[in-house]
């Protein structure tokens, strides 16, 4: 059983598009998180929900807007896509506690044409 | 200076080497400590958690140096299959919701 799945694997559309990534984790885990990583291979947390609550936005676009409709969803939704957006975006999830392992899902890679 | 800073690489080491690899954070008080691994064009996995004491699993050795701000892994008898990308990753104190991550360190092994 998949513990972080996302859909779609691959996302190709145009400049301006709206688009939305989905993400389920069936871990039981109150935490869940967003990451961009570019073309540069650098991971960057965008927002994390626990619980479906948001506790960290880190000064991403307002065209970025997560929605959890249970803790163990978490969807992302872009609107007016731009060329910059192009990346591999991933879904994580996390039981809180210091040492407690983050999993991620197998990303979703997104172009934008 | 980054939360976490780890040397990009790429370390090309012939199967069977030993290779290390260090990370430098900036938050004194950070609380814990991992090794991710990133496979090409795949999502990162732990490798191992990184404990005050030092820890070890089969061919790789973590450590963590609390004065200097560094953390370490070490590789032993390199194989071919360890060819990926290192991802020093950092709890912030209070062992809150955010890890940092480090850019990676990338290590081929060949033959």
């Known amino acids: 059983d998949t513990a972080v799945s996302q859909t779609p694997k691959y996302l190709v559309t145009q400049m301006g598009n709206d688009k939305s990534i989905k993400c389920e984790q069936n871990?039981?885990?109150?935490?869940m998180y967003w990451y961009k990583q570019d073309s540069k291979k650098f991971l960057k947390i965008m927002f994390s929900?626990?619980?479906?609550?948001?506790?960290i936005n880190e000064t991403v676009p307002n065209r970025f807007s997560p929605k959890s409709p249970d803790k163990a969803h978490l969807n992302l939704h872009i609107n007016s896509l731009e060329l910059g957006d192009s990346a591999v975006y991933f879904c994580a999830s996390r039981e809180l506690g210091s040492y407690n392992e983050q999993f991620f899902g197998p990303g979703t890679r997104l172009t934008v044409l | 200076r980054k939360e976490v800073e780890q040397d990009p690489g790429p370390f090309n080491v012939p199967e069977g080497a030993t290779v290390a690899f260090n990370c430098t954070y900036s938050?004194?008080?950070?609380?814990?400590f991992f090794w991710y691994r990133q496979d090409c064009r795949k999502e990162p996995k732990l490798l191992m958690s990184?404990?005050?004491s030092g820890n070890e699993d089969g061919r790789f050795t973590a450590q963590l140096n609390r004065a200097s701000q560094y953390i370490s892994l070490l590789i032993r008898d390199s194989k071919l299959s360890d060819s990926a990308t290192y991802l020093c990753v950092v709890n912030p104190p209070g062992g809150g919701n955010k890890l940092t991550f480090g850019t990676g360190t990338q290590l081929k092994v060949e033959l």
């Open positions: 938050n004194s008080a950070s609380q814990s």
């Open positions: 929900y626990n619980n479906k609550e948001l506790i």
């Open positions: 871990l039981g885990h109150d935490t």
């Open positions: 990184v404990y005050s």
